[in-house]
């Protein structure tokens, strides 16, 4: 799909504006609402978000629109720094991009970033989203850790390979349509 750098940041940009809000829509709503309503006694989870003042992340209340920057912020330099490349090479290892089915190939490259990109932004989300108020723990840390990925990993997979990718894919053509075009009539 993305041919040169900038179509790499252009294609990385739309699937982490896609992917945060998703992911932070599923951590405030779908794993943690109950409790949030319960805690505030609200009878919606923005009540509740509301009333505490905001998500709880580094030992304070932000707003939501400040989780949202500050994890778009982490998952763009990751997916750019390690994402992209490490699931294109891990995907090339395991396949010929040349002899495999494209959909086999992109979806093999989906699987390897969910697979790499999930642990990583779960360990960054335990220390964001850690209980700073009751002192820092190492073992805290970690089973945070582990209990993210095991929430955001089905959520991850699922999400990324049968919606927001083929999304993703079917907009980045529609941005660089003359680019494929002219790619498909010079190979021609």
């Known amino acids: 799909m993305p041919r040169n750098q900038f179509q790499r940041c252009i294609f990385a940009l739309i699937t982490v504006i896609i992917t945060v809000h998703a992911y932070v829509f599923y951590s405030l709503y779908v ?3 109950s ?3 319960d805690i505030n006694s609200a009878n919606s989870v923005l009540s509740a978000i509301n009333a505490q003042g905001g998500v709880y992340m580094l030992g304070r209340f932000v707003p939501i629109w400040a989780v949202i920057l500050t ?4 998952a763009y330099i990751l997916e750019i720094i390690m994402g992209s490349p490490c699931s294109f090479k891990l995907a090339s290892k395991v396949f010929d991009m040349r002899s495999t089915n494209p959909v086999i190939f992109e979806t093999s490259i989906i699987c390897a970033t969910v697979g790499l990109m999930c642990p990583a932004m ?25 209990k993210l990925v095991c929430f955001n990993f089905p959520f991850a ?7 927001i990718q083929p999304f993703v894919r079917k907009a980045f053509k529609c941005i660089f ?3 494929i075009e002219s790619r498909a009539n010079f190979s021609v």
């Open 31 to 33: 794993v943690n609402g």
């Open 35 to 37: 409790t949030l309503m």
């Open 71 to 74: 994890e778009f912020c982490f």
């Open 122 to 146: 779960s360990l960054i989300a335990a220390f964001l989203y850690y209980p700073y108020y009751s002192g820092f723990n190492i073992l805290t840390l970690a089973a945070n850790w582990i």
């Open 157 to 163: 997979f699922f999400t990324q390979l049968f919606f």
């Open 177 to 179: 349509k003359k680019d």
